[in-house]
């Protein structure tokens, strides 16, 4: 019985997973058509970055306000989702080769003032 309990557990959490997965691998979309993570906040890219190039160059006081939208070790992207590597060798998820942020004034799930800040900012879309 003990080993039956502990198939269905480690199924359920595999399960779990693989749907946490999936809801970002596909990017909730807004009504707008806007990238949002799992819990609704929208994302932005970074018109500095280069699409493509695996890296990030929003780092130090850029990170605090755009914190990245974090990949785990585990996280495998599929489709228009790539992982990049930052400077300090956490992974970010990327769409399209541009790496995934948000925005620290977005406050609740549908948020998008960062959109345009400093010019250099946009909301991500598919």
Do not use: E, H
């Amino acid at each position: 019985m003990k080993l039956a309990t502990q198939s269905v557990s480690t199924g359920i959490a595999l399960i779990a997973a693989a749907f946490s997965f999936a809801a970002l691998a596909q990017g909730t979309k807004t009504m707008d058509g806007a990238l949002a993570d799992a819990k609704g906040m929208t994302l932005y890219t970074f018109d500095k970055d280069t699409a493509g190039n695996g890296k990030s160059v929003c780092n130090g006081p850029c990170a605090t306000s755009w914190p990245p939208l974090a990949a785990t070790a585990t996280d495998k992207p599929t489709g228009d989702y790539t992982i990049v590597t930052r400077d300090d060798g956490a992974k970010q998820w990327a769409y399209k080769g541009k790496p995934l942020y948000l925005w620290i004034n977005d406050k609740k799930p549908g948020d998008k003032t960062g959109d345009n800040v400093g010019g250099v900012w946009k909301i991500a879309k598919p």
